[in-house]
């Protein structure tokens, strides 16, 4: 069964420092993995997308990596701010024809001033 | 402004009243999609469709219909809701492996 799983389940840290996020997978065969940021009371939206070949992709303060062998990937949020708070949702999705996305189940960012 | 919408972003009813829950995207996307969010579970697709007059279940289907007679709606209806059915809503289009949320309707059944 395709499952993916995130942690820390919640996260605080304080204004300015750097976090880092884990997500891990076993969906298969691989498409890609996207990273969502959902506010409270919103929608997701998502930051970067990564595929197979790709190892390292950047959004402004956001890198996420991606280790395709251990099927593992990373959200790394530099300096933080206020705004940051939210929930980050890693998504990955499958090859194939029906189009079933496979959500993890989000780590809530607290950033404190 | 390219978006999609949902209506009503709050709605409490009671058991059994059958409820609809309206989604419009204006982005010309053939593919769209129901989820459900709920505390520790994550987002849960409910159902999703690829063109007009195609659909298919997600993984929580059960107590719920949609339809796609247009390209840009695609309404989820509850006939007989019941409070497990308590829950916040996203509806979503994809293009190119992304997808795009509405604001989410928040669903209270007593």
């Known amino acids: 069964k395709n499952q993916v799983e995130q942690s820390p389940q919640s996260l605080i840290i304080l204004e300015g420092k750097n976090c880092t996020l884990q997500?891990?997978?076993?969906?298969?065969?691989?498409?890609?993995l996207r990273w969502y940021k959902q506010d409270t009371g919103r929608g997701p939206v998502s930051l970067t997308i990564?595929?197979?070949?790709?190892n390292t992709k950047s959004n402004g303060r956001y890198t996420a990596t991606l280790d395709a062998d251990t099927k593992q990937s990373s959200l790394h949020i530099t300096a933080s701010q206020l705004s940051d708070s939210a929930s980050y949702i890693c998504?990955?999705?499958?090859?194939?024809?029906?189009?079933?996305?496979?959500f993890g189940r989000g780590t809530s960012l607290i950033v404190h001033p | 402004e390219a978006q999609v919408t949902q209506n009503p972003r709050y709605l409490i009813t009671v058991t059994g009243k059958k409820l609809t829950v309206t989604c419009s995207q204006n982005m010309n996307h053939e593919y769209m999609s129901w989820y459900r969010q709920d505390p520790g579970l994550g987002l849960r697709q409910i159902y999703y469709?690829?063109?007009?007059?195609?659909?298919d279940k997600g993984d929580v289907p059960e107590g719920y219909k949609v339809s796609r007679k247009e390209k840009r709606n695609f309404p989820l209806i509850l006939e007989s809701p019941s409070p497990n059915q308590t829950s916040l809503y996203f509806c979503?289009?994809?293009?190119?492996?992304?997808?795009?949320f509405g604001p989410g309707t928040r669903l209270t059944v007593l």
């Open positions: 469709s690829m063109n007009v007059e195609v659909t």
């Open positions: 998504v990955v999705s499958a090859k194939g024809g029906s189009y079933i996305p496979t």
């Open positions: 997500c891990n997978y076993t969906v298969s065969p691989f498409s890609n």
């Open positions: 979503a289009s994809r293009y190119d492996n992304e997808q795009f």
């Open positions: 990564m595929t197979f070949s790709e």
